[in-house]
């Protein structure tokens, strides 16, 4: 590892979800992941509600917990979609979007920065 400022050099980059089954509750269930470094320790920041009324229609996207009106790109191209913003303890930044497509249900992560000048692995 090196200490490194990553913030304003760092590309958005698409990444794998990293979703792992789990046994911790009395119910079936997944863990979800750092898509980084698989780091488990993940706290939810924003989440952003895309909504389309109509397939290729215009979308309205509210974020919470604010509650404003956001003008982000839908990620679902046709559809709708959510959006959790993510920050982990291993200080990476990222995002999981769940995106409706012609009937089905996908799950997409973006990296989108790390944090300060955390020591995370490259
Ligand atoms: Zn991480």
């Not at 470094?37 to 009324?53: G, L, M, N, W």
């Not at 679902?76 to 303890?89: K, P, T």
């Not at 012609?102 to 692995?121: H, I, M, N, Q, Y």
């Amino acid at each position: 590892m090196r200490r490194v400022n990553r913030r304003s050099e760092h590309k958005i980059v698409s990444v794998a979800p990293h979703i792992e089954w789990d046994d911790y509750w009395d119910k079936p269930s997944a863990r979800i992941n750092c898509p980084v470094c698989a780091d488990s320790y993940q706290h939810h920041a924003e989440t952003i509600v895309f909504d389309r009324p109509r397939e290729d229609g215009p979308t309205t996207a509210i974020s919470l917990p604010s509650g404003n009106a956001v003008s982000e790109k839908n990620p679902s191209s046709r559809r709708d979609a959510v959006r959790v913003n993510f920050y982990g303890e291993c200080g990476h930044e990222w995002s999981l979007d769940i995106v409706q497509h012609k009937g089905e249900t996908f799950l997409f992560a973006t990296w989108t920065g790390t944090r300060d000048d955390s020591d995370v692995p490259l």
